[in-house]
């Protein structure tokens, strides 16, 4: 979305809540090979809700997974998600994108509920069907951070030594990765579900190109709450029992009826944010869901979705056009950690200079 400095390599690093994320990715002749890939789990009282905590810990954090990684490139992408961030498809007067650039800030003021000088702008000219451009209008992508979380985050990075050179929203650098990695059929729209560890994003793509996005205060952090209040465990222990690890003591069965049930709570939020999303376009309907995150492999999760929402339902394969040596990286981690890397990926396909996936 925001370009800092005008460098070239960089590193996508997804700052989550439960889990640093990194990926490099190298340019090739068939497209891109994953150079890097790491998930460095941070302690949960660290980032709440997207707020940081303890920036020095997560200082330190960021340093010691580039020194565990070997990595000498100081350049890296972020984004943010949560509401400090506000993204709308909104119509405007037809004008010249230098004339929308000028009046920007004055046009979003009507749309965003915060203060205009606290946010940082940017927009999209999106493609406007013929009879609405002749009526005089344009569709137009509009996106704001609120400056003072974007500043958070980039003084992290800035903190551990390094660049932030390019800053982004979790729902786009979603669609970037998506897009590379997926043939995108006209018309087809596919719903992106990315299950953080307290927030996830829904972003709806119309033959690839966005169409609604919204950011939902949830994640997997509340099923590790539920297992350690209701079980009496550690938070370690609720997160190995909530990735099917069987340890002796815990009821398995609990722990179960414990995952199913916060299941259909997250699955009838995702409907919810699908009906909304009907109301605002009343002839489209989703053909696809794509599950990432570390919450994408919940036991039941795929199955249930699929079930309640009646829509083919499938975990993403963030590295399905991006060649991965199996010399350098365990096929068994990248199968298994793979979908955290989403934001990531998205990330490392950035480029500086470019305002977001379009």
Not at 110 to 135: G, K, M, S, W, Y
Not at 156 to 175: K, R, S, T, W
Not at 194 to 214: D, Q, Y
């Amino acid at each position: 979305m925001l370009s800092f400095l005008n460098k070239k390599d960089l590193v996508g690093l997804d700052i989550g809540s439960g889990a640093l994320k990194l990926v490099q990715l190298k340019k090739i002749k068939r497209g891109y090979a994953l150079k890097k890939f790491a998930v460095f789990p941070i302690d949960p009282e660290l980032i709440v809700d997207g707020a940081v905590m303890d920036a020095g810990q997560v200082v330190t954090a960021i340093r010691d997974l580039f020194a565990r990684e070997s990595i000498k490139i100081k350049n890296v992408a972020l984004s943010v998600s949560g509401h400090s961030v506000i993204v709308k498809r909104i119509n405007l007067p037809l004008m010249t994108e230098e004339e929308l650039q000028e009046s920007i800030k004055w046009e979003a003021e009507q749309f965003i509920p915060f203060d205009i000088n606290d946010v940082n702008v940017d927009f999209h000219v999106l493609q406007t069907p013929d009879a609405q451009r002749e009526e005089g209008q344009m569709q137009v992508l509009l996106v704001a951070v609120k400056k003072d979380k974007l500043m958070e985050y980039t003084n992290l990075v800035m903190e551990a030594g390094l660049n932030p050179v390019i800053g982004d929203v979790d729902a786009f650098a979603l669609q970037n990765m998506f897009t590379e990695n997926y043939d995108v059929k006209e018309g087809e729209t596919i719903a992106l579900v990315n299950i953080g560890a307290s927030v996830m994003n829904i972003n709806i793509l119309k033959g690839g190109v966005f169409s609604f996005t919204r950011d939902i205060s949830t994640g997997g952090k509340q099923y590790n709450e539920a297992i350690q209040r209701e079980m009496d465990v550690s938070f370690d222990q609720s997160e190995r029992v909530k990735r099917a690890e069987v340890i002796d003591g815990i009821d398995a069965a609990q722990v179960s009826d414990i995952i199913q049930r916060l299941n259909s709570d997250l699955i009838a939020e995702v409907i919810r944010s699908f009906d909304y999303f009907k109301t605002t376009s009343p002839h489209e309907s989703i053909d696809r869901i794509v599950l990432s995150g570390g919450g994408a492999k919940l036991a039941g999760l795929v199955s249930l979705l699929a079930e309640r929402s009646g829509i083919a339902t499938e975990v993403v394969n963030p590295f399905g056009r991006i060649e991965v040596s199996p010399d350098q990286f365990d096929t068994d981690f990248i199968t298994e950690m793979g979908p955290q890397a989403a934001v990531g990926v998205g990330l490392a396909l950035r480029q500086v200079g470019d305002r977001w996936s379009e």
